[in-house]
């Protein structure tokens, strides 16, 4: 039999073994399970309801979240082409192409 | 392929990229009811919905199709919010993030009482639970998965789902009588003369 153990530290409670597994007696076990299968969902759907709007207001925050990450990425793509930019003027008028240390100023 | 409907666009929705918008639209309840079950906070289930569609968004190169969508979204979710679970493992449950149900909207001030306790009994009931029960009482109560998709999902076998499920179930009855019987003690003495 297939026993994975998921145990998290700090998180005491029903299950943190599976000893179970082969305690329960699997008539019993599958004559419990489903005459209990109706009896929660009701219940916890009520409970743990959203919003009524909340793909919309997913997609808002998600869209929101992508125009930051993309805004952010531009803005790195331009200090980047910045610093290219700055580095070709400097280089320009630094040092003459053709290495001739007098320039243009020979036209 | 994706079983992914289009989305449908409305103009409360940005126009997202289609197939992120139809995650979205197609398993944002599922994820937040699976992400406040656990974390028992709406902003934070709020915060796994988001991080979750876009991790499956930008991940979904990588989908084999060995389980559904449906399914990989869950585990996906279920990773993601017990992430944030441990993060936040001390963090009170503030009382105002309580739900409004049905009987709590009622003109009843016991009803409402009533209501509201049972609410409050069940979240902490929900909260005796380790992660992994929690989940499978979740996935299982609220999503309708089959003992095949909950051990899928939670990478356990079908004999520890039905079993954690059982014992859950047990669980949150003997939680949520014990409550309404410390209820009704309450009310009974404060019918004494």
């Known amino acids: 039999m297939n026993h994975h153990h998921h145990h998290h530290p700090g998180a005491p409670g029903v299950g943190d073994d599976d000893v179970g597994v082969d305690e329960i007696d699997g008539a019993e076990l599958e004559r419990e399970l489903a005459a209990s299968d109706a009896e929660w969902g009701d219940r916890l759907r009520d409970l743990l309801a959203p919003e009524d709007d909340l793909s919309a207001d997913t997609a808002r925050r998600i869209d929101g979240t992508l125009r930051q990450d993309s805004a952010l990425v531009a803005a790195l793509d331009l200090m980047s082409l910045g610093w290219r930019t700055a580095l070709e003027v400097l280089t320009d008028h630094g040092v003459p192409a053709d290495g001739d240390p007098e320039g243009s100023r020979h036209g | ?193």
């Open chain 2, 1 to 193: 392929m994706f079983p992914l409907r289009p989305r449908r666009d409305t103009a409360a929705q940005p126009a997202l990229d289609r197939q992120l918008g139809a995650l979205v639209e197609e398993h944002s309840q599922a994820v937040y009811q699976l992400a406040y079950g656990i974390l028992h906070d709406r902003g934070l289930a709020e915060d796994v919905v988001q991080e979750t569609m876009i991790k499956a968004w930008r991940s979904l190169g990588g989908f084999r199709g060995d389980s559904s969508v449906r399914t990989w979204v869950l585990r996906i979710a279920h990773h993601t919010a017990i992430d944030v679970l441990r993060r936040r493992r001390d963090a009170a449950v503030a009382p105002a993030d309580l739900p409004e149900t049905e009987g709590a909207r009622s003109d009843d001030p016991q009803a409402r009482a009533a209501a509201r306790a049972q609410v409050v009994a069940l979240r902490e009931a929900l909260g005796t639970l380790d992660d992994t029960s929690r989940s499978v009482v979740l996935l299982r109560e609220v999503e309708g998965l089959s003992y095949q998709q909950i051990a899928d999902t939670l990478e356990l076998s079908v004999p520890v789902v039905k079993t954690r499920l059982l014992r859950a179930r047990r669980r949150l009855q003997q939680a949520v009588e014990g409550r309404e019987g410390d209820e009704n003690d309450t009310h009974d003495d404060g019918d004494e003369p």
